[in-house]
């Protein structure tokens, strides 16, 4: 019996492009995934926390500068945030938590489905900088 290695999907989180005088980093769809466990199942206000310290965790300076070789290098400021919710009952709360986080940035909410069954959120966002 031939055993098989567990393999998470691969596919990129996020893009940073950047040139002398512009960068951007493009967040892809980020849910309230730790590992592999779905948190807050059946809550969509701690899915939605969740999703968003997912986001800060990849939008950190050090890590970013530490992936493309620039110590100095940075998200630069959060300018639009597409959420995308299962169900439109839970708009409201995930409208009020994107607010109260990121008051001001423009952002599209979307009633959509969800890579997993039990997710009720994923959320995308984009930086813009200018050095």
Known sequence: MEIKKF????FER???LTDSYHSTLFV????SIIGQDTIGIDDVEKQTIVTLENINKL???RRIGHLIGDSDANAGNLILL???IK???DFAKVVAI???RFPGVPTIYIEADICRDNLLVEIEAEFSKTD
Not at 7 to 10: G, L, R, S
Not at 28 to 31: D, R
Request: net charge neutral; proline share 9%.
């Open 7 to 10: 393999q998470p999907p691969q």
């Open 14 to 16: 996020a893009v940073f």
């Open 28 to 31: 892809s769809g980020t849910a």
């Open 59 to 61: 939008t950190d300076a």
């Open 82 to 84: 597409r959420v995308y």
């Open 87 to 89: 169900k439109q009952v």
């Open 98 to 100: 994107c607010h109260e």
